[in-house]
């Protein structure tokens, strides 16, 4: 039993410090190579807690390795935006100029209903508001609506807006 906490533990800390070395991010903004990851590190990690009869060794070694692996993958596509596009992908136009662009849906496999949830969760009850809508490489859906339907601003009554600071706790 005491084995077992030890291991549990030592994989906790070991896992924390993983993912902590991956990067910070969100877990809807990872990107879909990097959700594959953190299942693979997190299943490894829990058949080493769970049974004796896996040593331990055989679990941290791989653990490390696509850690690191994560890591060189994360730089290289920092580095090369063809590697990038090659692991990420790229972002996708879903609507353009307030039109549904069908052969890019059809591509993502995303239904027109579903295309109006997401433009209603961004507040857009109206698709022909829309200039442009695009599905970004992590899933999240971006919206830029068409310059007359787009909330007012404060630089639209003010031909120089004041500068905005930043808030501190007192």
């Keep these: ?7 549990t533990i030592l994989l906790y800390f070991l896992t924390l410090l993983a993912m902590k ?3 910070k991010r969100q877990l809807g903004q ?8 953190v299942l693979i590190v997190s299943d490894m990690a829990t058949l080493a807690m769970q049974s004796n009869t896996v040593s331990l060794l055989n679990s941290l070694v ?4 696509i850690t690191l692996l994560q890591i060189f993958l994360s730089l290289l596509t920092m580095k090369s935006e063809r590697f990038r596009v090659l692991i990420c992908g790229r972002p996708v136009t879903l609507i353009e100029n307030g039109k549904l662009d069908e052969k890019n849906m059809a591509k993502l496999r995303i239904h027109s209903n579903d295309l109006q949830e997401r ?3 961004q507040g857009y009850f109206d698709i022909s508001g829309i200039s442009t809508a695009v599905m970004e ?3 999240s859906f971006s919206v830029q609506p068409r ?6 601003q404060l630089g639209d009554m003010l031909p120089d807006p004041p500068p905005e ?5 007192v």
């Excluded at 039993?1 to 291991?7: K, Q, S, T, Y």
């Excluded at 791989?62 to 390795?65: G, T």
């Excluded at 310059?147 to 007012?152: E, N």
């Design 30 to 37: 990872l990107q879909p190579f990097e959700v594959v990851i």
């Design 147 to 152: 310059q007359d339907k787009r909330p007012l």
């Design 21 to 23: 070395a991956m990067g």
């Design 119 to 121: 433009c209603r969760s």
């Design 165 to 169: 600071t930043m808030a501190q706790l």
């Design 137 to 139: 490489t992590n899933g």
């Design 62 to 65: 791989p653990i490390l390795i």
């Design 1 to 7: 039993m005491a084995l077992i906490f030890i291991r």
